[in-house]
């Protein structure tokens, strides 16, 4: 993290799995992190999270005891929503995904804010139009939506509503990449954004795998983990596309046009996801995974998710950085 | 790789982009690899690369220069079919991707290699059940497709044809998996395999977000480099959907089995991929890799790729070794 944030306090409303990820990502990266919940016990159990999270850091040598007992330090709780915002120049909600609780929720934060302060949503399901309709504030209210947990995946999908002032994209999109994030600026809403859409257009037709036959789950998992994931991890589709041919992504597609439809066209439909199907990918999980617990597997996924992360920052792609990338201040 | 081949002699037939590769992976474990190509000047520039892509590897420090002299000597190039098959208790074939260019190979191959040598295909699309129809050595015929460049990835979809032994199919797991890759056995044949089953299920979602003015080529492949991906180079999309909930994958669709069916059901339709289409994504990959070139992009690539298997070999998933899982031969 060798940027310096752009906003130095931050509330945290919210605080459950994806508020205290980002709890503990806004105090690492240098910031003030202010925590809210309605339920006050929820906001220690929060608190001792980011405790607990930031000594398996320690321990797996990606951050210092000096620089963890500050990060630390910098967490606090506060009692009310009002003490939470005070000096908070951005707030992220991570309030349960119900229209109407954050609905709620926007109007107390747009009256009990600062006017200029930025209130961000981790929703992963609604339109900030709809969230912020008919508040005085809607022009700064943004999408920020995380990928599961903030704390160890950059990508942010950074999106405004129909009354939401460009300039505050800019500013949380800078913000998020002053934290050591890479905001994903989105054009135009859509259901499941970007990320929710291309992750379940690959679930799906796993599943129909699966489901007709052709493989088991473990098989399925070994094809993506030792295989397209591998190059996923530092290109996405175009840039996979790209590198496959000599000639780049117009010489990949020219000549294939029709062999691609074809295949697109053969891919299974929505599957019926119902018990008798969730028993089944259960089941095969349970084989794969064999006697691994489930909690040292998360364990082993955020360690070498850091791993990976500084093989990417020692070593960045010609192109730009794939992290900290300066294209999103360009385009602004 | 610190396993010892189960086939010492190796013919690679067809030597263009994926049969070199083969070459180098093959001669690299420690495999005498003996080259043919109709045209003999391929066959010598396979060679070429073999030798020029063992200097990158010496240069980026995965390989000692010992061990790039002795795999480069391992490579030898046959004037004829049937020299290159003599000695070979496995043959992988990389012809062009015709039926009827592989069916006559397939003939001459049958009729010219010894009885018990396995004859594999890198076919990406036909069923091995076409390519042997009416061969008497079609009990040997069995598909091992890579994913490109198989001398960095390390997944191979493994298939027979309807005729073919069960024991072929596992001695060619046995076989890869002796080489370093991880062989994945598939149940029953589907066009497009598993592999480009789902990873044109995601680029189709991709181009549709593109092409419907959600987000731009740059963004989309953020989301997986710096999202999605991190996850899928560890865990395939099973292994990420039980790691996401306490419960695991049972309590992660429990409860969402609606909402997931309305975002599959949301996703894009087939595009039509024609001129347009790919101008368009030419022009966005443009944007996003700005100044780098291409070449350099895939040294980029190539080395990430096998920095980040050396992190994954040496500090293996707690369930079993990702690389190297005796899951196969357990289920052979």
Redesign the interface.
Known sequence: MTHRPTIDTVAVIGTGVIGRSWALLFARAGCAAVLHDRDPAQASRARAWVADSLVDEVESGSLTSADAAASLGRVSIAGSLGSAVKRAGYVQESAPEYLEIKRELYAALDEQAAPETILGSSTSTFDMSRISAGLAGAHRCVVAHP??PPH????V?VLGGGATDPAVVTRTAAFMASIGQ?P?????F???F?????????????IH?VE????????????????????????????V????A?G???QY??GH?QL????????GP??????RL??Q??E??DA???????A???R??D???R???A??AG?P????T??H?P?FTERA
């Open positions: 990928v599961n160890q995946l950059p990508a999908e890479v994903v600026v989105l054009d135009r859509v259901p499941g970007v990320l929710n859409r291309l992750q379940f257009a690959l679930v799906r037709e796993a795998l007709s036959g052709v493989a088991s789950v473990e098989a399925v998992d070994a094809v993506v983990r030792d295989g397209l994931g591998l190059r996923w991890a530092l290109m996405g589709p175009f840039g596309a790209d590198t496959n000599d780049g992504i117009r597609y020219t046009e691609v439809m074809d295949l697109m066209n053969d891919l929505t599957p019926s996801i119902d018990a969730i028993e990918l259960g095969g999980v794969m995974t064999a006697m691994a617990s489930r040292e597997m998360r082993w996924r360690r070498m998710i791993k990976l992360r093989l990417k070593d792609a010609p192109l730009t794939p992290e990338a294209s």
